[in-house]
């Protein structure tokens, strides 16, 4: 096995307990189908140590604080623990629909995290690695506050690119101070922020120079790819971490200052100790010392998290628990992000579809199974094609799986009184190939190599498929019963096989086979060839087809969805929409077009007919700025043209673009009119 994930689960050692936790979601909004790569992810993992016998807790909360929360609870006129609860509820129910089975959801707003963090704080600072200075930050004067990194908007200061937070680049990894930004704005109001000086503590992350080298390069601790990233992290200089914001902040204030809170990245991943200690008060006759202090503990602790917060889960984490004296991680898996059709998730193209709407339209099923194809052990992003989704399910879960156990418990149910016999003697090397394939199976699942487990668990369902064929039990019976019987007894014996190498996966999918088979909750050890000589249950319907366009039909129910709430959202804010990428903006061709005509449109008291010269063509284009303008006053204007959105079908005729203007409140239209000088079709950059 790779060093990637050398686990002590497969080395033989007798390991005691293990605590998983994925990435806490941030309770301000629904999760989305993203999110929902690592939780499926990691569920799967646990599901199959639970499956294995291990001693296995999966932990998780909401993450409850910052100035995000503070701002639209506010906006909403609710307190911030109500919004928090909202969406704590909401997720929660969205996991559930997905499968996802938590041991613990608990929330970073708790007494058991504010005592952590009040005691990782302490002792770091005792230790001398909490230093206090005077920073200048950020300070929006329209809005009357400082500006958290993450109300900041701007370019990134290495390598340009637009729209970043103020603190790390999504483009190219980068981190920095809020203040090196360039061309910065507020992201609540959008006006330029000026600076201010403010009291700021940090914790010193230099001090730990030498033990996070040394921690990180540990073989087993983090993906090869990852490794590099830190270790050039560490090589550029570690930089001391801003641990403290300043009031209006929802968060916990700093033991003995004034309107000083703990900035949220400071208490978030100490959720991850708060919610054990929960576990372990109300369900578990285990301690949380025994999980984060202990060190002769025999506990190993798994973090599953995205690329985009892997410095924190690299770097400041580990010193942080080194500094107070608490159990460091031994895996930190880090995923990619989610991409569809091979492009970011966009609101605009209705493709950034929440958890809950797909759970809305279609089995949840799907989605897992879907991701535990395409997921291996990499920081790799995971792309959800529309064709293949549906291609793949159809073929792989449908027309192979569910199908082998349709057509052999169907017959058996029909033909011969629900009953198996022997297995034939003559399936030796067929029962050796299953039994190789389980154990590769077993090795893919713990390297957290799903997409390899799937081609395995394919093989053994082509294989009894197969069989099938060659045995063709529908001619066998009329001549032999009891050979049909026990050749099909050896097809139920791979399906209880193939039930419990895909229950990770696909756990309420399972348990409906298993109520088929006539079993009860199939364990690892149920991987042998067993069944014989006693009857099954009979089969029920377990899944559908999916059917062609289903995707699509999901995006543009999301495009809606997504646009009522934009339409609602801006009733009552209406200075700012959603926000764009730049390649979303680049998606535009806009140009400059000359109206050579413009007439009113018979029937509509809100159209103009216009045609307009693009240079190399000439448009017919119907815009609805009647109430603004009269015909004469366009004649000869130059304008700003969509030039290619989709033509769209009137009643009046066909309009082939859009001229650009500003909206009013009172119902005017002002037009985006460019010098005249510019010739017809110049883009417009």
Known sequence: MPDTLKLKTNRGKNLGKILVTSALPYANGDIHIGHLVEYIQTDIYVRFLRLTGKDVIYICASDAHGTPIEINASKRGITPQELVEEFHLRHLEDFSRYDVSFDE???????????????????????????????????????????????????????????????????????YRPTEVLDARCAICGAPPTLRTSKHFFFRLIDFNDFLTAWTSEPGRLQQEIRSFVQNWIDQGLQDWDISRDGPYFGFKIPGEQDKYFYVWLDAPIGYIAATEHYCKTRSDSTCEDYWIDPDASVEIHHFIGKDIAYFHTLFWPAMLKAAGYRLPDHIHVHGFLTVDSRKMSKSRGTFITARLFADCLSTWYLRYYYATKLGNSIDDLDLNLEEFVNRTNAELINNITNLVSRTIGFLNKRLESTLGKIPADVQDLIRDVEASVNRVHENYLSLRFNNVTRDILSISDMANNFVQQRAPWTSIKSDPERCRDDLTFVVNCIKILTVLLKPILPSYCKNVEKILGLGDLKWNDTGFDLENRPIGIFEKLLDRLEPGVMEKLIESSRESLTQKHASSTEKSPAFKDEITIEDFAALDLRAGKILSAEDVEGSDKLLKLEVDLGQERRTIFAGIKSSYSPSDLVGSTVAVVCNLKPRKMRFGTSYGMVLAAALQNGKAILCRINNDVPPGAPIK
């Open 105 to 175: 959801f608990y929330t970073t707003d708790s007494p058991e995290n504010q005592y952590h963090s009040e005691t990782i704080y302490s002792r770091a600072k005792e230790k001398g690695h909490v230093s206090v200075r005077d920073i200048e930050q950020f300070y929006c004067e329209p809005c009357g506050r400082f500006l958290p990194d993450r109300f900041i908007r701007g370019a990134c200061p290495k390598c340009g690119a637009a729209d970043q937070y103020g603190d790390v680049c999504e483009s190219c990894g980068a981190t």
